[in-house]
């Protein structure tokens, strides 16, 4: 049972990372194309 509850865990902990770091890539992501669209635009 003390396994599971662990796992569990890492399991959480993993899809938070997951979420963190897919969120970081959209936000990098939105403003790279942001510099394109400014840079296109001049």
């Known amino acids: 049972m ?4 662990a796992g569990g865990l ?6 938070g990372c997951q979420k ?5 890539a ?3 992501l939105h403003k790279a194309e942001t510099v ?3 840079l ?3």
């Open 36 to 38: 394109f669209v400014t």
């Open 2 to 5: 003390k396994n599971l509850m």
């Open 20 to 24: 963190v770091v897919h969120n970081l």
């Open 26 to 28: 959209i936000v990098k």
């Open 40 to 42: 296109g635009e001049n």
């Open 10 to 15: 890492f399991f959480f902990i993993g899809l």
